[in-house]
Nanobody
């Protein structure tokens, strides 16, 4: 079983920066994709950024050039560096880690508990 622990959310003024972290723990799995999603009030959850094994990254158009996703495979941790934050970035941010069970082709989609990011104007 995989446990995800997120940290780093908070309140920041427009133009400021925050760094989110998500650490995966447990045993019996390998990690495929790691990513961040967000959900603002009244809106659907959307992909913010994703990083796969090997380092290829995908970003939502709205965050390109401002956010950077990275991963530390030794620590099973994914990060989201958010710069030049805007009020429209306000949302609950969720970590997503796709894992594969060892000695199996079974893939699991794991979600963090969510961390609030609020950007004031």
């Amino acid at each position: 079983q995989v446990q995800l622990v997120e940290s780093g959310g908070g309140l920041v003024q427009a133009g400021g920066s925050l760094r989110l972290s998500c650490a995966a723990s447990g045993s019996g799995f390998s990690i495929n994709n790691m990513g961040w999603y967000r959900q603002a009030p009244g809106k659907q959850r959307e992909l913010v950024a994703s990083i796969i094994s090997g380092g290829r990254t995908i970003y939502a158009d709205s965050v390109k050039g401002r956010f950077t996703i990275s991963r530390d495979d030794a620590k099973n941790t994914v990060y989201l560096q958010m710069n030049s934050l805007k009020p429209e970035d306000t949302a609950v941010y969720y970590c997503n880690v796709v894992t594969r069970r060892l000695f199996s082709s079974w893939v699991d989609d794991n979600w963090g508990q969510g961390t609030q990011v609020t950007v004031s104007s």
